[in-house]
């Protein structure tokens, strides 16, 4: 199966995870980054979870997962310790119109979720598209010692320039922007505490090539 890769803003939307162990906390503390709405199903749960819940950052519902559920939910998780149970949840999911990911069951899986490399606004997702997720980790991990945290950091320059050059009314072509964009020169810089001199090196190869 090709999956298609997309990244979708699920701000204030509602998200149900069923499930109260260390994989559903993996799953919500992911939803929780991005801003959804969290309610968690589950007749127990780990530490970490009913600490968030007593912090308000999600609700809980202590008890097995019931038909019902999902209705108005935009994303459901089915990360229960119960194939059969994921496999309903999935079935209802699929009924009322929410994309639904059931822990490892790709098949009543609606979507995937990849593994993750984040440095601020970048984000990098590995997937193997569900052959093997040790090989997925292992490649973040590979990764994760190429891009540092300057990355983040050079994100954000990026963006004040990119808005710079607009309010200049300069047009810059894409091939002008990857020129500009020196990255082990730009990243230098920023770990040696030079993001000034980063953004203006930036602004002149710009500038530089603009119409």
Known sequence: MD???VF???TNKRCVVCGGGEVALRKVQALL???ASVEVISPS??????DMAAAGKL??????YREGDLQGAYIAIAATDNRDTNARIAGEAHRSGCIVNAVDDADNSDFIVPSCLKRGDITIAISTS???PALARKLRVSLERQFGHEYAALAQIVSEVRSEIKRRGLRVDDNTWQESLDLESLTD???NGKATEARNM???NLVGGAD
Do not use: F, N, V
């Not at 749960?45 to 009913?50: F, K, N, P, Q």
């Not at 609700?59 to 097995?64: A, C, D, F, Y």
């Open 59 to 64: 609700r809980i519902h202590s008890r097995e």
């Open 45 to 50: 749960y780990c530490a970490e979870l009913t």
């Open 3 to 5: 999956y298609y890769p």
């Open 8 to 10: 979708m803003d699920i």
């Open 130 to 132: 569900g052959k093997s």
């Open 202 to 204: 930036i602004i002149r």
């Open 189 to 191: 810089l920023i770990k």
């Open 33 to 35: 980054d991005c801003g």
